[in-house]
């Protein structure tokens, strides 16, 4: 095996047995104007009034995808010097040998090149291309991590949603190798990607159907062309939503709307009709139709508990603004208990409580003790799917019998492990991660029961429960609980 060279220079290393460098010093140009000038380096230019360097990249890691990052760097680094340029001045561009620590370029000289490091020049640059290669063309991991791409909604102008959304898929396009041949050959799934993740719900359906026709058909496999398309259609949405969200609020409050006179039809006493039949009040099914409307965006498509632009506690804020005389729910009703951080709790417990999924979706969760185990209806499952979120799903060969109440059995065959359930209390959200539940196939509502060995987990114990009851009192007066009582008084 030949001995390991190093590179030479004034700083070089003795080789490998003790003798020292014989390459001597080795020529550098020089800013001197009394030096005399080297043959082949300045060709006669004399640097003045030099300007300030920009800092040398450096490289000194071994992974392809720091390979990348070095070389966009040095690019970067390398056009910043070029404007430098003109017939009176050189800019001083280190070559890609002088931005790599010494170490590690040795040991790629030693593995890679076999070859003395001072004969190493132009391969430098073969050696840094090769990491755009891609070894495999395999988009399964690219996929996977497409789905959780999404637009970002929160930031106040077209541009910026879609420059970061586009910026975020190359970036992950990068991080998997797959940039330049995906481009080149995946386009379609390229578009797929885009559209699936435009938000919010109603402007990504209204895509997907534009893109859907025959006239738009050329966008389905242009990157280029469907971004710039669908930049033009998000300028408009978020043009024209606000006004539209704001009239239609404004004609769903008709308290806030000024006074019209009212004009009733002349009509003779023979003609007249029952109150409430005249065509100026609307039946009610349309009444009921216009309610049945997103209170935060208006969008037919989904009430404010499932509005994905909507924030934590948005949805009763919005409800109780918008219909502040509502009657209350009956006794035996279940409804959500949403308390918002920080705040009092007035010691009304509903039973139940709101949580958010994987922090997209609101469910009601039920805290059961008498549970064995957790389980999620169906429908739940179904609506992260929807929302293009994953859900971990394990389908077991023998089916499990669940005993609700009574002789009634319940027949589950998957299992559903949740990433993250976040769950809204007056002291802040309480967040489990990884909780695995029984589907529900036969359940299409977005409902969720904890069982009794998750909350063993938070802390509760049915002994210690009871006992704290008999602390605050040994006798308890059960009679007329809940307002409604079946039995006479005695």
């Known amino acids: ?122 391969e430098w640059i073969v050696y840094f291309k090769a990491a755009f290669k891609p070894e495999q063309q395999d988009y399964a991991a690219a996929d996977d991590e497409m789905k959780t791409l999404r637009l970002d909604v929160t930031l106040k102008d077209a541009d910026s949603r879609m420059g970061k959304l586009r910026a975020d898929m190359h970036r992950i396009l990068d991080k998997h190798n797959v940039e330049a041949v995906m481009l080149e050959k995946e386009r379609k799934k390229i578009v797929s990607y885009l559209s699936a993740a435009l938000g919010p719900d109603d402007f990504r359906e209204a895509v997907r159907t534009r893109l859907s026709y025959e006239e738009n058909k050329q966008l389905r496999s242009d990157v280029i062309g469907f971004y710039g398309w669908a930049l033009e259609l998000m300028r408009s949405h978020m043009l024209w939503r606000p006004a539209l969200s704001q009239a239609r609020k404004f004609r769903s409050h008709p308290k806030q709307q000024p006074q019209q006179p009212q004009h009733y039809p002349q009509r003779s006493l023979d003609n007249a009709s029952p109150a409430g039949s005249s065509g100026s009040t609307p039946p009610a099914s349309a009444q009921a139709r216009d309610r049945r409307r997103c209170l935060n965006c208006n969008s037919p498509d989904h009430l404010v508990r499932d509005c994905p632009d909507a924030g934590p506690g948005d949805a009763v804020r919005l409800i109780v603004e918008c219909y502040p005389k509502t009657k209350q729910s009956p006794p035996d009703s279940r409804q959500a208990a949403v308390v918002a951080a920080g705040s009092p709790w007035d010691g009304t417990d509903k039973g139940t409580a709101m949580a958010l999924i994987n922090g997209d979706l609101p469910c009601s969760v039920l805290l059961d003790s008498g549970a064995d185990d957790s389980v999620v209806g169906a429908g739940l499952v179904n609506a992260l799917h929807a929302r293009g979120i994953d859900v971990s799903l394990s389908t077991l060969a023998t089916p499990t019998m669940l005993c609700p109440v009574g002789d009634a059995r319940i027949r589950v065959t998957r299992k559903a492990r949740l990433s993250e359930v976040k769950i809204e209390t007056s002291a802040g959200p309480l967040v489990l991660r990884g909780l695995e539940c029984w589907v529900h196939e036969e359940e299409l509502g977005r409902t969720m029961i904890i069982g009794r060995p998750t909350m063993t987990m938070l802390g509760y114990s049915t002994d210690g429960f009871l006992s704290s009851a008999r602390a605050k009192n040994r006798t308890w007066q059960l009679a007329g609980l809940g307002g409604v009582s079946s039995f006479p008084s005695q």
């Open 1 to 122: 095996m030949e001995p390991i060279r190093y590179w030479g220079g004034p700083f070089a290393t003795p080789l490998m047995g003790g003798d020292a460098s014989t390459e001597g010093d080795v020529p550098m140009p020089t800013a001197s104007s009394t030096a005399p000038t080297t043959p082949g380096h300045g060709d006669g230019f004399k640097l003045a009034n030099a300007p300030t360097l920009l800092t040398l990249p450096k490289y000194s890691r071994s992974t392809l995808q720091d390979h990348r990052d070095f070389t966009r760097a040095y690019e970067t680094y390398y056009r910043a010097l070029v404007v430098f340029v003109t017939p009176f001045n050189r800019p001083f561009v280190m070559p890609v040998s002088a931005c790599i620590e010494e170490r590690t370029g040795r040991m790629i000289c030693l593995y890679e090149f076999k070859k003395d490091p001072n004969l190493v020049t132009e």
